[in-house]
C-alpha cells in the first residue's frame, strides 16, 4: 500500500495516529520530509539530545530499585518524589521527543502490560519498569518485551507471583498473562490452563533485599504440568515459566489479540478484520517482530482511509498530551497536569496517569471516554485554562504557536490554527465561533481562539 | 416475612399491585404506577469494582466449612463479626449498619451469579453492566436500558457518579456522567467571569448541530450544566446531621442523596467504588481499609434522606465474589456467587435471603467457589419492577426471568 497523496490533512493524520498529534512546526517538518521518510524515522528511533537534556534534571529516573529502596528506607517521602519525576518524565517525552510512535508504543504497551503505581511493593520497580521492561522492546520482539516484563519486579508484585509457591498457589499473574498480556480472553484456555501455568511460574520471586527477581528452587513445583495440551517434563525449575512465554507467544490466538490492540490504538475503536489480518500474519511471519507488526497495520488501506473519516475519540491523556503539543507548551512538572485541582486534571477526566488499578490497563476505545459530560467539561476547562497561562509546571509561550500574527486579530488566528493544529481541517462552525471571540477581558483575542479551538469538538478526535 | 413499618407496607403493596399486571400494554402499566406513587422512585447501584469477596462480607459463622476454608483470613464473632439471623454476620468494618437491618431497611443476600459470568474482572464487569452474560454483541448498559423504558429523554433521569462512564450507562439515552455536581460549568482560568461566560456560550454554539460522539457529548455537557445551574437543591447541604465519608462511596452517595432530594426526574444512580477489593493478598488488611469507609457512606446516605429513604432501592453489586477457600498468600481468588447488599424502603429487609448452598467439598462450585442460588439478573428485573419501569421485558435482552427473588416489595 502506497500512503495516498501527502497534503495536510494527511501529514496531521500521521502526526495523530503515530504520534500524540502536530507541535506547531510537525506538519509542514512531514511534508518536507516525506511521509513514507518521515515513518521510517519513526520506526527506527534515534538520539534526542534535547530531550535527553529536558529529562536531566529529573534525577531518580537514573535510580535502581535497590537505591530506591534505600532511599525510601531513609526517607518515606522519597518515593512521592521520585513517582512525580516518573510521571513528569512521561509528559516530558509524550510532549517533546521526536521519536513520537515509541513515545506512543511505550504507553500503549505499559498499559496492556499495566501495573498500579499505588501498590506495594510494586511502586520502588514502576519507574525501572516502565525503562527497562518496556520501553527497549516496544519496536523490538514481543517474546523479549514478554520475557522482561514476567521477569520484573513490577509485575511480579502486582499481579502477586512472589506470594505463590507449590505449596500456596495464587493464580493471579497466570490468568491474566493468558488473557491480557497474550492470547485474549476468548484465546483458548481454560480454568486447568490457569492452574497449571501457575504451577509453572511457582518459585518466581522477588529477592525484596536485594531489589531483584530471584528463582527460589525450593518453592516451585517440580512435577510435570500440560499447558494448552503441552507437556512440561518434571524437574524443569524456572524454565517452565519460560516454556510457557515461549507456548503463548508462538501462540496464533496472541498474534490476533496484539494486532487487534494496536488496531484498535493506532486506527479505530474497531478495527477491520483487513487490519487484525495483516497485523496478525506479520506478528506470525516474522516472530513477533513489533516494528512489522505497526508497519503492517500502516500499511493497509484502512489505515489511510481513517485520514478521510470522522476520528477516533482521543483518550484524556491523549486529549492532554495533543493539547500541550498544539500549543507549543515547555512542560517541567506533571503534577497540575495529572492532580491539579479544579476539575480540569487528568484525574477529572478520569485517567489519572499510572493510576489504572486494574491488569486491564485503560480502554483504548475512544467512545468508552465520550460521551461523558463531566470528564467532557474538564476537557474544555483543562484548554481554556492553560491558555491563560495557569497550568503550573507548563509554559506556554503563544509566539510558538501563532509566530508573527497580531494576536488580537482573532481572524488570522484562527487561519493559523487551522493550518498549524488541524491540517487545514477545522470545520466551519469552529471557525466561526473562533473568529467571533471578543477582545474583552485581560485576555488578548488571540490566545481565546486557541482556547476555543482546543476545547472545540474538532480537537476531541484524532 | 419480617416487621415492617405500616407505612411502607402500604405503598409497597400499592407498587407491588400496579407491577402484578405484567400483562397489560406499557401504557397502562405506566400510568398505573404512576397511581401508586412509583414514578418518584430512584434506584441507586452501587458497583464494588473488582470482586468483593462476600464470605468475609456477610460471614457465615454458623457454617463450620467456613473457618476450615481459611484458617488464618475468616473472622469469629470474637472479631467484632455483629450477627444477623444466628448463622450470619456482617464484617466487624460493616457493624454499624446491624442499626439499618434491625430497623428493616438492610437486607442482604450472600449467593448472587451467574453460570456464565466469567472469572475475568473484565468479562464479568461487562457482564453485569450489559446484563447480558456470555453475550458480547450487547453493548449498551442494563441502566440504560431501564432510563429508556422511563418517559422522556432527560440528562439527568440517569445520573453516573463516576469519572469513567461505566458500561451500564453506555447507549443512546443521554446521561449524566460526572463526579462533582458543585463545580460543574465552563471555568476558564484566570481570564476572567466575563471570558468563561463568552466561552460558555460560544462552545455551545459550536456543539449546536454535529452527529458525532463529541458534538453528542458537548450537548450533554451544556443541558447539564443548564439543569445544575437552575436547581439550588443540588448544591444544599446533607440533613439530619448526615456526616459522609471522604472517597468514591461518601461523595457518590452525598451526590446521589441531593439528586434525590432535588426531585428532578432522576430515576437511576450509578455510584462507582474503586477500591481494593480484588484481594489477592492480605486481605483482611484491605477489607479493613474499605469497609469502614462504605459502611459510613451508606449510614449517612440513609441519615440524609429521612423518609424520603421509602421511595429508594440501594443496590450493592459486584462483578463476583472470590475463592471460598483462602490462597497461599492470606488472600483470594476469583470465584463465583458474590453477596449483594441492599438498603431502602423498596427492601424486605432485616433479613438475610435466599438458600445456603453451604461451604462442604462437595457443595461448591468446580469444588472452589460458593455455589450461586439467584440469578443477578433477576436482581436486575425485580428492581426494574419495583421502579416502574413499563416494560421490564426489555431491561434483560433475551432472557424472561425465573423466580422473583423476593428481595423488594
Known sequence: MTPPPIGPRVARFALDRLGYGPRPDAIDEVLGRGLERWIEDQLAPSTDGALDARLRPLSSLSYTIP????????????????????????????????????????????????????????????????????????????????????????????????????????????????????????????????????????????????????????????????????????????????????????????????ATKLGRRLVSDTPSEAIVARGAEAFTSTNGDLAEVVRAIVGTADFWNEAFGAGKIKTPHEFVVSALRAIGAEVTSARALVEGRGGSSLTSMGMPTYEALDPTGWSDRGTDWLPNPGSHLARMNFVLSLVSQTTEGVAVDLRTLIGNADAADAAAVTAIVDKRVFGGTMPAEVASACRSVGSSGSLPAGFKVVGLALASPAFQAR | MPFDPSRRIFLKGAGAAAVGLGFAPSTLLTRAAEAAGVGSRVLVQVFLRGGADGLNLCVPHGDGSYYGLRP??????????????????????????????????????????????????????????????????????????????????????????????????????????????ATFSVRAGTGGSA???????????????????????????????????????????????????????????????????????????????????????????????????????????????????????????????????????????????????????????????????????????????????????????????????????????????????????
Open chain 1, 67 to 258: 537505591q530506591t529502596l534505600s532511599r525510601y528506607e531513609a526517607d518515606q517521602r522519597s518515593i512521592g518524589v521520585a513517582l512525580q519525576e516518573l510521571r513528569t518524565a512521561h509528559f516530558i517525552r509524550a510532549v517533546h521527543s521526536k521519536n513520537q510512535l515509541e513515545e506512543v508504543l511505550t504507553d500503549f504497551w505499559f498499559n496492556h502490560f499495566n501495573v498500579y503505581q499505588g501498590d506495594s511493593p510494586t511502586r520502588y520497580g514502576v519507574a525501572r519498569y516502565e525503562m527497562d521492561a518496556i520501553r527497549p522492546h516496544v519496536l523490538g520482539r514481543f517474546r523479549d518485551l514478554l520475557g522482561a516484563v514476567a521477569n520484573s519486579w513490577a509485575m511480579m508484585s502486582y499481579l502477586d507471583n512472589y506470594l505463590s509457591s507449590a505449596r500456596a498457589i495464587n493464580e493471579n499473574y497466570a490468568r491474566e498473562l493468558m488473557e491480557l498480556h497474550t492470547l485474549g480472553v476468548d484465546g483458548g484456555y481454560s480454568q486447568s490452563d490457569v492452574q497449571e501455568v501457575a504451577r509453572a511460574f511457582t518459585g518466581w520471586g522477588l529477592d525484596q533485599r536485594a531489589g531483584a527477581f530471584t528463582f527460589r528452587a525450593g518453592s516451585h513445583d517440580q512435577a510435570a504440568k500440560t499447558v494448552l495440551g503441552q507437556r512440561l517434563p518434571a524437574g524443569q525449575g524456572k524454565k517452565d515459566g519460560e516454556d510457557v512465554l515461549d507456548l503463548l507467544s508462538r501462540h496464533p490466538s496472541t498474534a490476533r489479540f496484539i
Open chain 2, 72 to 181: 488464618s483470613i475468616a473472622l469469629r464473632l470474637a472479631d467484632g463479626v455483629r450477627d444477623l439471623d444466628g448463622f450470619f454476620g456482617l464484617h466487624p468494618g460493616l457493624a454499624s449498619l446491624r442499626d439499618l437491618y434491625s430497623e428493616g431497611l438492610l437486607a442482604l443476600h450472600p449467593t448472587i451469579g451467574n453460570a456464565q459470568l466469567s472469572r475475568s474482572h473484565f468479562d464479568a464487569q461487562d457482564f453485569m453492566d450489559t446484563a447480558a452474560p456470555g453475550n458480547k454483541n450487547v453493548h449498551d448498559g442494563w441502566l440504560e436500558r431501564v432510563a429508556r423504558q422511563v418517559p422522556g429523554e432527560d440528562v439527568m433521569q440517569l445520573v453516573a457518579l463516576s469519572s469513567r462512564t461505566p458500561r451500564s450507562v453506555l447507549g443512546s439515552h443521554p446521561d449524566l456522567v460526572l463526579q462533582d455536581l
Open chain 2, 195 to 409: 471570558w468563561s461566560a463568552e466561552a460558555d456560550q460560544l462552545l455551545r454554539g459550536m456543539h449546536a448541530s454535529g452527529s458525532t460522539p463529541a458534538y453528542e457529548s458537548g450537548r450533554a455537557v451544556f443541558s447539564a450544566i443548564d439543569r445544575i445551574r437552575t436547581t439550588p437543591a443540588l448544591s444544599s447541604a446533607p440533613l439530619n446531621g448526615a456526616v459522609y465519608p471522604g472517597g468514591s462511596a461518601g461523595s457518590g452517595l452525598r451526590q446521589a442523596a441531593q439528586l434525590i432530594r432535588a426531585d428532578i426526574g432522576t430515576r437511576a444512580i450509578y455510584v462507582n467504588v474503586p477500591g481494593a477489593f480484588d484481594t489477592h493478598a492480605n486481605q483482611l488488611a484491605a477489607n479493613n481499609a474499605e469497609y469502614p469507609t462504605l459502611a459510613a457512606a451508606l449510614v449517612a446516605f440513609r441519615r440524609d434522606l429521612g423518609s424520603r429513604i421509602d421511595d429508594v432501592l440501594l443496590m450493592v453489586t459486584t462483578e463476583f465474589g472470590r475463592t471460598a477457600a483462602q490462597n497461599g498468600s492470606a488472600g483470594t481468588d476469583h470465584g463465583f456467587a458474590h453477596c449483594g447488599l441492599f438498603l431502602g424502603g423498596g427492601v424486605r429487609g432485616g433479613r438475610v435471603h435466599g438458600t445456603w448452598p453451604g461451604l462442604s467439598s462437595g457443595s461448591l462450585n468446580e469444588g472452589r467457589d460458593l455455589r450461586h442460588t439467584v440469578d443477578f439478573r433477576d436482581v436486575f428485573l425485580s428492581a426494574s419492577r419495583w421502579l416502574g419501569v413499563a416494560d421490564p421485558g426489555q431491561v434483560i435482552p433475551g432472557y424472561a426471568g425465573a423466580a422473583d427473588p423476593g428481595l423488594f416489595a
